[in-house]
């Protein structure tokens, strides 16, 4: 599984909250599997290790914002077709 960082938003449920950056996962068809919750934060044990990290957020903007709402709606309809699937084995 492999992740990055994202700018993310919430354009119908949570307009007002705005953009974030999160982390977001994915599966290996590079599709969206999970995203944290909470808006990350850049974090080092050392200055350089923030550097770093924060440099690691910055490219987030060389993507698209990822919606979440949206997202969300992919998500579920996977598992459902998932939980589907398996009974029908």
């Not at 700018?7 to 449920?13: A, F, K, N, S």
């Not at 599709?31 to 944290?36: I, Q």
């Not at 992919?74 to 939980?83: N, Q, Y």
Request: proline share 6%; charged share 35%.
């Amino acid at each position: 599984m492999i992740w990055n960082y994202r700018v993310t938003h919430r354009p119908t449920t949570a307009p007002l909250e705005g953009y974030m950056i999160r982390e977001v996962y994915y599966d290996d068809m590079g599709r969206v599997s999970l995203y944290s919750q909470d808006p990350i934060t850049a974090y080092g044990v050392i200055p350089d290790e923030l550097y770093e990290d924060h440099c690691n957020m910055m490219k987030a903007f060389d993507r698209e914002p990822l919606n979440l709402d949206h997202t969300d709606y992919l998500l579920e309809k996977k598992r459902k077709f998932e939980k589907k699937d398996n009974r029908t084995k």
